[in-house]
């Protein structure tokens, strides 16, 4: 890992960029080399050029405005005299580290560029769910076609981008898909989003109307319940119990479902074939939609995952939800949404309305990543890792926190829910967690309603054995 | 440019990553091997390894599965003896090119991957407003600089990134809005969008309310109207006249106003002082807000542009969005929102409430790019080109359009606005162009109302001059 670059790196080259900026008229009664002193006094006012940094020589000047190089001398030979700028010999002419009073009384007047006062991004701290490893990426391989695209790009790439994705990636998903979870769907029925939550926003647009009730896991996934919420619908959360949802409980009036059959979240139960039906028969009897979130199944690593519930969906009332940000890194930002046949056209319109929103850029870079094995690879290198690491965390939990902490072993996932043994209000334990800088979010903060469980959620693919041993060491001391 | 790859090239690598999605399970009565023959079956049947792919070599699936190398041995023995497999001397084992009966009648159950069947990507099309020019972009700059970010990326870049954007490029975006629009704002006013549409998205659910009433210009852009409407506000379309929008002439129950006055869209018209400050007024004294959308400020070719309206607005009353997709590359979608300082609170709750939805990847890499001068450097270079393109568009018309379609000259801008000369209605002049490959828009598409003024957009940036002035040669037939 590098640093970032420096602030005096970043002045010393400040002088092109303004150059840009300056503006002549050949109409106005004012010489060029006037107007041109002019501009560079304001850049340097402005301290679009910084105390210090070197001018530009008078070639570049003359190219980049079209003018003669005897305009930028004498231009130059202004700000020499009235002390905005100096000359060294030899090595060309720079903006007077130190600004006569006059000029530094104008310049005071700038409010000054505050790099200082924007937070840098939070560091990832354990035991923060759903954090993948992120050192084990491959950034070679993925930065190398990030350069093959890009350096010579194919005609399409320069194009107006289709709102619904870039053709190949969407190929590459549905190959994915049907690899992966036995969703025999076509490329088209595939819609590239940047999210769970832009994938929400296009549903509430397309299949449901404003007020619609749609029924949601209890505890469940956060950012759904609000974004329901904002867009203006009904959210009824039905408490799961050991099968997950059971579809039977929920409001007659509802218009669709959101669930995560391949493992509960945050809980971890699977759905068994049962309830899948008994879904799926709902749906297709009231005419209504189950959205299906397949948040993390690509990480399961004993037994056979039962294929996703789109595979089974002969009726098209499942929708399904991905996302590449717990597979690859959290930055990357692009998630996908399976349609349908039924519903394409509608989504392709509300597509087209909104604009393209998610950058082609990475989306061919992601395709070739994908179709070249390399995303297969990762996944099988994590899940090796990630099996690997709960382990740890349930031998650490056994070593420091007995009598504070109890989980189970879980088949699948990133991280674990663990009881309270002490009886500790979940809550209150977080807020101990937070305080010795780890992140262990307390179970009832997924509920809706009141919660009927507690727990603290333990991340662990994320975070090496040694960080995992001695986190949970800190943990349990926090908690007795 | 290059083409895209091949399906055959595809195919051939697909044997790895459907490696990936193979599950063994140890406690399974099934010995291994033939647990791993049943899975590869699978695969073979699904199409997941095309027929006729290698397989990788037992040494590979040994290490990936973690089992012994006569396991995989005895597996694929079992697939050459069912006729799924062949070995070739000295080559390794490939799928059969030709299934066996029973084999192939399972597999045509299976969907094909219809690569076929999704539409390619629009091209560009003359005369497309807002089109850049693509080809003289310097990708090779971009793409080493993504190259160098993501080979080795700092630590920052791979935690959850901040959904209000990547730091260095918000301090590089008010850099260069103090620069090339006089607008000293600070980095924290810089919120990083994926463009005016969730820039809009995101006003609406922070300073409105669903219902509130805004003032957009009539006419103006489709996208701004289309929004507000779906996100629930209602639009009050006010008619510009040759000073843009006169507020005064805008209801009275109003809580912000929408406005182009670097340079109206699409008219053209730059709104002069006594207006903005009258527009500045109106917000202070209502407490109403001004969005100001500076499209495309950077392309001014004559004389000094007047700052944006922000740079002026002393009450805290004006947010400013912009954009790179007209700068750089349409693929981009990276825009920006500038807010006053006593909105920051609120719109970074939004933000985080939402989460991140623009991905990180590119952030560091436009910081960069700006950062030392490329994209200065970059419009400069469009700015001297555009300029001449505009005059080849004019003379073109002029040459070979006589009495059908009339112009003059704009000292800023992408397109002209075409006149009709020979009165015919411009919707039918924008049919004829699409009848002929050409893209015309017709003014009175960009009325709420009905339209008081006709006319054909015309952009001229994207487009050299050969083509400019044979697409005006074919145009000019098509309208006679």
Same mark, same amino acid.
């Given at each position: 890992?590098?640093?970032?670059?420096?602030?005096?790196?970043?002045?010393?080259?400040?002088?092109?960029?303004?150059?840009?900026?300056?503006?002549?008229?050949?109409?106005?009664?004012?010489?060029?080399?006037?107007?041109?002193?002019?501009?560079?006094?304001?850049?340097?006012?402005?301290?679009?050029?910084?105390?210090?940094?070197?001018?530009?020589?008078?070639?570049?000047?003359?190219?980049?405005?079209?003018?003669?190089?005897?305009?930028?001398?004498?231009?130059?030979?202004?700000?020499?005299?009235?002390?905005?700028?100096?000359?060294?010999?030899?090595? &060309?002419?720079?903006?007077?580290?130190?600004?006569?009073?006059?000029?530094?009384?104008?310049?005071?007047?700038?409010?000054?560029?505050?790099?200082?006062?924007?937070?840098?991004?939070?560091?990832?701290?354990?035991?923060?769910?759903?954090?993948?490893?992120?050192?084990?990426?491959?950034?070679?391989?993925?930065?190398?076609?990030?350069?093959?695209?890009?350096?010579?790009?194919?005609?399409?790439?320069?194009?107006?981008?289709?709102?619904?994705?870039?053709?190949?990636?969407?190929?590459?998903?549905?190959?994915?898909?049907?690899?992966?979870?036995?969703?025999?769907?076509?490329?088209?029925?595939?819609?590239?989003?940047?999210?769970?939550?832009?994938?929400?926003?296009?549903?509430?647009?397309?299949?449901?109307?404003?007020?619609?009730?749609?029924?949601?896991?209890?505890?469940?996934?956060?950012?759904?319940?609000?974004?329901?919420?904002?867009?203006?619908?009904?959210?009824?959360?039905?408490?799961?119990?050991?099968?997950?949802?059971?579809?039977?409980?929920?409001?007659?009036?509802?218009?669709?479902?959101?669930?995560?059959?391949?493992?509960?979240?945050?809980?971890?139960?699977?759905?068994?074939?049962?309830?899948?039906?008994?879904?799926?028969?709902?749906?297709?009897?009231?005419?209504?939609?189950?959205?299906?979130?397949?948040?993390?199944?690509?990480?399961?690593?004993?037994?056979?995952?039962?294929?996703?519930?789109?595979?089974?969906?002969?009726?098209?009332?499942?929708?399904?939800?991905?996302?590449?940000?717990?597979?690859?890194?959290?930055?990357?930002?692009?998630?996908?949404?399976?349609?349908?046949?039924?519903?394409?056209?509608?989504?392709?319109?509300?597509?087209?309305?909104?604009?393209?929103?998610?950058?082609?850029?990475?989306?061919?870079?992601?395709?070739?990543?994908?179709?070249?094995?390399?995303?297969?690879?990762?996944?099988?290198?994590?899940?090796?890792?990630?099996?690997?690491?709960?382990?740890?965390?349930?031998?650490?939990?056994?070593?420091?926190?007995?009598?504070?902490?109890?989980?189970?072993?879980?088949?699948? &996932?990133?991280?674990?829910?663990?009881?309270?043994?002490?009886?500790?209000?979940?809550?209150?334990?977080?807020?101990?967690?937070?305080?010795?800088?780890?992140?262990?979010?307390?179970?009832?903060?997924?509920?809706?309603?009141?919660?009927?469980?507690?727990?603290?959620?333990?991340?662990?693919?994320?975070?090496?054995?040694?960080?995992?041993?001695?986190?949970?060491?800190?943990?349990?001391?926090?908690?007795?």
């Amino acid at each position: 890992m590098k640093r970032a670059t420096s602030r005096r790196e970043r002045q010393s080259t400040f002088g092109e960029a303004a150059l840009a900026s300056i503006s002549l008229d050949r109409a106005d009664r004012e010489p060029l080399h006037r107007q041109l002193a002019s501009e560079l006094k304001r850049l340097i006012l402005a301290q679009a050029i910084a105390p210090g940094a070197r001018l530009p020589s008078s070639r570049i000047y003359a190219e980049e405005l079209g003018v003669s190089r005897a305009t930028v001398v004498a231009a130059v030979d202004e700000l020499i005299a009235e002390g905005y700028a100096e000359g060294r010999h030899g090595s &060309g002419v720079f903006v007077a580290p130190d600004l006569p009073d006059h000029v530094l009384r104008a310049a005071q007047q700038v409010t000054p560029v505050a790099e200082a006062t924007l937070p840098r991004p939070d560091e990832v701290r354990p035991f923060q769910p759903a954090a993948p490893e992120l050192a084990l990426f491959p950034h070679e391989i993925w930065a190398k076609l990030m350069l093959k695209t890009w350096r010579n790009p194919v005609r399409e790439l320069l194009a107006s981008p289709d709102p619904l994705g870039w053709a190949p990636l969407r190929l590459a998903i549905a190959d994915h898909l049907r690899a992966f979870r036995g969703m025999r769907c076509a490329p088209e029925q595939v819609v590239i989003t940047s999210g769970a939550g832009e994938a929400l926003e296009l549903l509430g647009q397309s299949i449901l109307k404003r007020g619609d009730k749609i029924i949601i896991e209890e505890p469940g996934y956060i950012l759904i319940r609000r974004t329901f919420t904002e867009l203006g619908f009904k959210t009824a959360p039905i408490p799961v119990d050991g099968d997950g949802l059971d579809i039977t409980k929920g409001p007659k009036d509802a218009r669709a479902a959101v669930v995560t059959p391949a493992r509960h979240y945050p809980l971890g139960m699977t759905m068994p074939l049962s309830r899948r039906l008994a879904l799926l028969d709902w749906a297709r009897q009231h005419k209504t939609w189950i959205i299906e979130d397949d948040y993390d199944s690509e990480y399961r690593y004993h037994g056979k995952p039962l294929p996703a519930l789109m595979g089974v969906d002969e009726a098209g009332v499942v929708i399904s939800l991905g996302s590449f940000s717990k597979t690859m890194l959290p930055g990357l930002r692009i998630g996908y949404l399976v349609v349908p046949h039924n519903l394409i056209a509608d989504i392709s319109a509300v597509m087209r309305e909104r604009g393209a929103r998610v950058s082609l850029f990475l989306q061919p870079v992601l395709a070739d990543f994908m179709r070249l094995g390399h995303y297969a690879v990762h996944i099988r290198r994590m899940r090796r890792l990630y099996t690997k690491r709960q382990l740890v965390l349930r031998e650490a939990i056994d070593r420091h926190a007995k009598g504070v902490l109890a989980t189970s072993p879980e088949p699948a &996932g990133m991280h674990l829910i663990c009881t309270l043994e002490n009886g500790m209000d979940d809550r209150e334990a977080a807020k101990r967690a937070a305080r010795i800088g780890l992140l262990a979010p307390a179970l009832s903060d997924f509920f809706a309603g009141k919660p009927f469980r507690q727990g603290l959620l333990l991340g662990y693919a994320g975070f090496d054995e040694a960080v995992i041993d001695a986190s949970i060491k800190k943990l349990a001391d926090a908690l007795r």
